[in-house]
């Protein structure tokens, strides 16, 4: 009877466990929802990056990108990059602001900055981007 008592009472706290386990598994991309949605709202900060964020929500900043790539699959630097570029790409096909104003609303520190990775994504500069973008 004893031995019976301990394999019901080993399953009750497994199934427990396993609540627990899945609330917690809720709680962390609840969590990586709500970066990802301050990033996407404050893209145009240029001090917006892993150390700010971590500040921002009380975290280290290691456990915060590791939180972040387990639920997107991308480093929290990586994808501001990607952000970044996006809204660039963005406003140069569809706005006619200059490309400092660009570099500006996109969050980009630099105009340097912003050329580098129009050069790494694209192989041309941001003013030829638009050229062959604008009004498609």
């Known amino acids: 009877d004893t031995e019976k008592e301990l394999r019901e009472r080993a399953c009750e706290l497994s199934a427990q ?25 404050n893209l145009e900060d240029v001090n917006l990056c892993v150390t700010s964020l971590a500040e ?28 970044r570029l996006a809204l660039a790409e963005r406003l140069l096909a569809e706005t006619r602001l200059d490309v400092i104003q660009v570099c500006e609303r996109a969050g980009y520190g630099s ?10 994504a694209h192989a041309v500069s941001p003013s030829v981007f638009r050229s062959q973008n604008q009004n498609r």
């Open 111 to 120: 105009i340097n900055t912003m050329l580098r990775a129009f050069k790494q």
């Open 56 to 83: 921002a929500f009380e975290r280290k900043s290691r456990s915060l990108d590791e939180l972040f790539r387990q639920h997107y699959g991308i480093s929290v630097f990586r994808y501001i990059q990607a952000q």
């Open 17 to 41: 466990l396993l609540q627990l386990l899945q609330g917690a598994q809720q709680n962390s991309k609840a969590a990586a929802d709500h970066i990802r949605r301050y990033i996407d709202e």
